[in-house]
């Protein structure tokens, strides 16, 4: 018998790499009380979090969770049902009706993830005989979309406009053609020059899809994302985001202006043999987008934290995935996996949970610390994260 386990032996190898000599397991961390957006007990210790995605701070807003409560009580744990059949409740509607007034765009369709969201929209719009332009770095839900959909997949260098023109050029005459981009990518934090991509997809006659999951609710001066910082949101076709980031919860959505965008409903597989969203998630999400509406202050307080930590950890001498702030994510490069866990290691028993990302999620082969702000950081907890990187820095010889 053929051990079907062995293709993930190099990955066992590298995980109890990672987990040697005693070393507490980064991807293994246990949250046992979540103590306020910033603050939680993980294993066994008060630590500021500065890894979970939460940039707006809206998991513990107190109009989000009572909406949330309200409609536990009143519709239950679960639809257990498709949209396509009984699990589309008033809820359902009233999330993608919020979507719709964040975004000001027509049609808003809601996943049960942000996963979800990607594989779906991405598999049914463009399939086989048609062809994906994508950057090197895109997300693995976007890879996974691309592949369940069969269309040619041609990728570019990362945020490399003149390789993306030039692949899209090479396209067949009469071909359909789809430009996938990111506002913000996930691991170093870096933004996309959306605008001239986005000019350049138009002229060669491409729809273009940018995933906002990373932007949605903090960039822009509505916060819709990086193609609204750029002036380009009505050239974009589809906007994915996903409610596991700003939004505080979880989901997926794609919302659109283009006018047969409704018959995906009927056509994309995981929307349609997928179970809805419970009633409470998506009372919780509507609720947090409204106010997100109008977080400006908010917004205006996560990019001086932003700043803040980019600058001093630059100046301590990380090495830093960008060489200014260009989001709520800020990457600190580290020299090899062992020493980056030793790194995150350190930094735990100081009191601070970051991401530790290592291949093949990571691009270049890189591995690094993660480090996502939170509009509910306080300049004090800024300064303390500080100080504690720099003493886990010296311990490891990072710095």
Not at 189 to 201: E, F, N, S, T, Y
Not at 245 to 252: A, D, F, R
Not at 316 to 322: E, I, Y
Request: aromatic fraction near 8%.
């Amino acid at each position: 018998m053929i051990d079907l386990f062995s293709r993930f032996d190099e990955m066992i190898a590298l995980r109890e790499t990672v987990r040697g000599a005693g070393r507490e397991d980064p991807f293994g961390l246990v949250m046992e009380r979540v103590l306020s957006p910033t603050e939680a007990i993980c294993n066994g210790r008060e630590t500021i979090l500065l890894g979970t995605y939460n940039y707006m701070g809206m998991t513990f807003d107190p109009d989000v969770i009572a909406a949330g409560k309200d409609a536990l009580d009143r519709f239950g744990a679960g639809t257990t049902g498709s949209r396509v059949l009984n699990g589309t409740y008033a809820g359902h509607k009233d999330v993608e009706a919020a979507l719709c007034e964040f975004y000001a765009m027509d049609h808003a369709m809601v996943f049960s993830t942000g996963y979800q969201a990607n594989l779906g929209i991405i598999s049914t719009v463009a399939g086989k005989g048609d062809y994906i332009v994508l950057d090197i770095d895109s997300h693995a839900s976007i890879w996974d979309g691309c592949k369940m959909g069969d269309a040619e997949v041609v990728p570019f260098r990362h945020n490399d406009i003149e390789a993306m023109e030039k692949r899209l050029k090479r396209i067949p005459e009469g071909a359909g053609k789809l430009v996938v981009l990111e506002g913000v990518y996930s691991m170093l934090g870096d933004i996309a020059p959306l605008k001239q991509m986005i000019a350049v997809a138009r002229a060669q006659g491409a729809m273009v899809l940018v995933d906002e999951a990373h932007s949605m609710g903090f960039i822009g001066p509505n916060g819709r994302g990086v193609a609204e910082d750029q002036g380009c949101l009505e050239d974009v076709d589809f906007v994915i985001g996903t409610f596991s980031k700003s939004v505080g919860t979880v989901g997926g959505f794609c919302v659109s202006n283009h006018p047969k965008f409704e018959i995906l409903r009927m056509a994309c597989r995981p929307y349609v043999f997928t179970a809805s969203l419970p009633p409470s998630v998506v009372a919780t999400a509507a609720t947090s987008i409204r106010k997100l509406m109008h977080a400006g202050a908010k917004r205006a307080h996560l990019w001086e934290n932003s700043r803040a930590l980019h600058g001093e950890l630059k100046a301590l001498g990380f090495r830093l995935g960008t060489q200014s702030p260009q989001s709520a994510i800020i990457a600190v490069i580290m020299p090899d996996l062992e020493r980056g866990a030793a790194m995150w290691e350190a930094l735990l028993r100081e009191g601070l949970y970051v991401n530790l990302a290592r291949p093949p999620a990571t691009p270049a082969g890189m591995t690094l610390l993660r480090c996502s702000l939170c509009a509910e950081h306080t300049a004090g907890q800024v300064q303390r994260i500080i100080g504690m990187f720099e003493r886990a820095g010296k311990a490891t010889g990072i710095i």
